[in-house]
């Protein structure tokens, strides 16, 4: 093997550990996003307090009308 094929052959070894620890620390990436929970916009969390009220609401009224 000559030189430059050595060089070559380092660089490409080189190259492939690189984007095999590039593609595992996105996966991790991924995987840690998976995990957390999802912040709730302001909005979202107004929409799910209302709705829950809203239930509250339907189900006394229901109490009173038995």
Do not use: F, G
Request: with cysteine.
């Amino acid at each position: 093997m000559t030189n430059s094929q050595y060089n070559e052959k380092n660089e490409q070894d080189e190259l492939q550990k690189y984007l095999e620890e590039k593609a595992k620390q996105e996966q991790e990436q991924e995987k840690q996003k998976e995990q957390e929970p999802e912040q709730l916009s302001a909005y979202e969390a107004c929409v799910l307090r209302e709705s829950a009220r809203i239930h509250e609401l339907i189900a006394e009224a229901q109490r009173e009308n038995k």
